[in-house]
């Protein structure tokens, strides 16, 4: 966009404002915007009628295409400020004139309004978009007053305008050729505000007391403002209520996740526990692995004996039976000799015969 961009702050050059013809140059981007003289606007510059193709091909260079928008702009919102940029950049240069209706008139023509004259016209002039604002601006344009302020182009949106016995009071300002169309924002408008004031009125009167107005700011009667506080105390309660007892859902909750937690790690430990005692007492388990191996180096360090045969070759007999701890019986020792004398007892031949036939031999004489 040609000439000073008021939503650019960049710092790439020295900052030169564009000259208001109604009150001097605007400083910085920071200050307001300013207000019209009521002489209207003064210019060495003649002022010369363009076409709507001239002004978007920028032309003419000397002087910034003026463009005006009026309005009420009540409950200053989005809407309002979308309408004023597309005004603005309707053309490369544009200098834009924002007329504003004093209360008198939107009281006569339109409806009370929100806020005061002079509320409204601060509010405009904070405007980044606005270059200059129009106080207590007329209903319907004359020719006077468009040459007054030198307007090139009026921007509206371009729904017929019904009011004051007209049926659409820019009528005239389309036939000269001087209109711009501006778009509408849809979900958004005065009316709608106000609207939802209305329609949420005990809500808001509740709110209000609760910020420190009294009844009689609010234009409400003393029962009922004690009906409101006492409303205003149980709704406190029944949010005490559902903070608690939202907080002890949380905490049952927290309770039940962390007891099946504990419950499921459980089972899985006595699942481990129970494999693990299988895989070692089992059937096949290392236990009996153990007990089999130990057997076997058992049974390897410790082998069974060999039998050994006797000299009579008696079966019998075996290595570990060694000799007789009793002494061999001695002829001549005193146990071995008969009570009776050996003369007193005869001999048979027979006996002798069979005692040279099998000879004594006594237990260890084996040799």
């Excluded at 048979?348 to 237990?363: I, M, W």
Aim: hydrophobic share 30%.
């Amino acid at each position: 966009m040609v000439g000073r961009r008021r939503g650019s702050r960049a710092n790439s050059g020295p900052h030169r404002p564009q000259q208001q013809c109604s009150g001097g140059p605007r400083k910085t981007l920071r200050e307001p915007a300013l207000f019209a003289k009521k002489t209207g606007y003064e210019s060495e510059v003649p002022h010369e009628k363009m076409t709507i193709a001239q002004a978007k091909r920028g032309t003419p260079a000397v002087r910034p295409v003026r463009v005006y928008a009026d309005g009420i702009f009540d409950l200053f919102h989005s809407g309002h400020a979308r309408a004023l940029m597309q005004a603005k950049n309707l053309f490369p240069n544009t200098h834009l004139i924002v007329g504003v209706c004093s209360d008198e008139l939107t009281h006569k023509y339109k409806g009370y309004t929100v806020m005061t004259e002079s509320e409204r016209y601060e509010a405009l002039i904070h405007c980044r978009y606005v270059d200059e604002v129009v106080r207590d601006a007329p209903w319907t344009l004359s020719p006077d007053f468009l040459k007054k302020h030198k307007i090139d182009f009026v921007a509206h949106d371009d729904i017929p305008y019904t009011s004051a016995g007209s049926e659409d009071v820019y009528k005239h300002i389309k036939e000269a050729g001087m209109f711009v169309a501006t778009q509408r924002t849809d979900g958004i408008s005065t009316s709608d505000l106000i609207t939802r004031i209305v329609r949420d009125y005990d809500l808001y009167v509740r709110r209000n007391l609760q910020r420190g107005y009294t009844a009689r700011d609010l234009n409400v009667s003393f029962i009922r403002e004690k009906k409101i506080r006492l409303q205003n105390q149980v709704d406190r309660m029944k949010e005490t209520v559902k903070t608690v007892e939202e907080k002890s859902k949380h905490f049952v909750f927290k309770v039940e996740e962390k007891s099946h937690d504990l419950i499921q790690k459980w089972e899985e430990k006595s699942r481990e526990f129970i494999g693990n005692f299988l895989e070692l007492f089992g059937p096949e388990g290392a236990w009996h692995v153990i007990q089999e191996q130990s057997g076997r180096m058992l049974q390897a360090l410790s082998p069974y004996a060999s039998p050994v045969a006797s000299p009579r070759g008696s079966p019998s007999s075996s290595p570990t039976r060694g000799r007789s701890p009793s002494p061999p019986s001695s002829p001549t020792s005193p146990s071995s000799r008969s009570p009776r004398s050996p003369r007193s007892t005869p001999t048979s031949p027979s006996s002798r015969k069979g005692a040279s036939a099998y000879p004594l031999t006594f237990l260890g004489d084996d040799e």
